[in-house]
T-cell receptor
Framework: GQNIDQPTEMTATEGAIVQINCTYQ??????LFWYQQHAGEAPTFLSY??LDGLEEKGRFSSFLSRSKGYSYLLLKELQMKDSASYLC??????????WGAGTKLIIKP | TAGITQAPTSQILAAGRSMTLRCTQD?????MYWYRQDLGLGLRLIHY???????GKGEVPDGYSVSRANTDDFPLTLASAVPSQTSVYFC?????????????FGPGTRLTVL
């Protein structure tokens, strides 16, 4: 079966750094996406990885290791507005996205 | 531009009734998708369309049907609603189905089936 695992909830302090992990087992791999979803809103795209390594985009970075079936999203200089759920999704061999249940990130002042 | 819109925003529906959730995008995206999101679960794909005139079944297609008569519209129909279809429904689109093409999401429809 196909499976995407993420921690259910994480707490971090404003101004700090947090790493959200994602492990996956899917039928094929055609890229990994991270999305942000604020409560009651639609998911919005953050990052895309298809090759191993780190992709940096401002305060957010995403890392991929295909051999380990592992990715992480790194958020630096945390702000209160970063309080949201972070969704990991893998594009499988049928080019469909398989989604994790999301990690709810709580930022404390 | 509006991007991707959904209607209605929310709806309470009696079990056994039918309903169509509407989705329209103005980005000229080829691919469109319908997902449902339930607490504690990831987004689950109901149906998808890689291009106008074609549709495919996702992970949870039973009880739902779709059509893609043109590029812009991708309605989702519940023929005879059941309480287990209570969920938040998101429509999404992407320029193409593969590669690094990100999916853009509509604001969602919150459906309650009683």
């Amino acid at each position: 079966g196909q499976n995407i695992d993420q921690p259910t909830e994480m707490t971090a302090t404003e101004g700090a750094i947090v790493q959200i992990n994602c492990t996956y087992q899917t039928s094929g791999f055609n890229g990994l996406f991270w999305y942000q979803q604020h409560a009651g809103e639609a998911p919005t795209f953050l990052s895309y990885n298809v090759l191993d390594g780190l992709e940096e985009k401002g305060r957010f970075s995403s890392f991929l290791s295909r051999s380990k079936g592992y990715s992480y999203l790194l958020l630096k200089e945390l702000q209160m507005k970063d309080s949201a759920s972070y969704l990991c999704a893998v594009r499988d061999s049928n080019y469909q996205l398989i989604w994790g249940a999301g990690t709810k990130l709580i930022i404390k002042p | 531009t509006a991007g991707i819109t959904q209607a209605p925003t929310s709806q309470i529906l009696a079990a056994g009734r039918s309903m169509t959730l509407r989705c329209t995008q103005d980005m000229r995206h080829n691919a469109m998708y319908w997902y449902r999101q339930d607490l504690g679960l990831g987004l689950r794909l109901i149906h998808y369309s890689n291009t106008a005139g074609t549709t495919g079944k996702g992970e949870v297609p039973d009880g739902y049907s779709v059509s893609r008569a043109n590029t812009d519209d991708f309605p989702l129909t519940l023929a005879s609603a059941v309480p287990s279809q209570t969920s938040v429904y998101f429509c999404a689109s992407s320029f193409l189905a593969g590669g690094g093409n990100e999916q853009f999401f509509g604001p969602g429809t919150r459906l309650t089936v009683l």
